[in-house]
């Protein structure tokens, strides 16, 4: 039987290939497969508990989304250099070097959960609509 996060990243590598129309081959993605899954656990994870401040959360959140610096700072209304503070903050919690790598351990250790991009609400919006 096939674990599920198996299943899924088989799946992401099959949709990039036809996104970006690579030539791929079943054998291909097999091993980038397990190339994933391998990096995956060799990344050390935090043996405590992590507490992140509200500001952290929106940052690692931010990061999660694909967003830029820049948009992170407008939605939280914070710096652009509180954002990077931020970010080399959770880095260095993390033990994370890329960004990529900061979303994946946060994932793993229950600090977010895959999710379908909800609409943030801006100041004095309740539910993130324009009217």
Known sequence: MTHPLQTAIRQRVLAVA???DLQINIADVDAL??????AALAVPLPEAPLKLTNQQTGVLVGIALGDTEAATARRL???LNTVKTHRHRLYR?????TAGESVAIAMSIGLLRP???ARLALPGQRDGSTA
Do not use: Q
Request: proline letters at 0%; hydrophobic letters at 40%.
């Open 93 to 97: 919690v993390l033990g994370a070097r």
């Open 77 to 79: 209304c914070i710096s």
């Open 18 to 20: 036809e996104e970006r």
């Open 33 to 38: 497969t397990e190339a994933a899954i391998m």
């Open 115 to 117: 999710g379908r991009r």
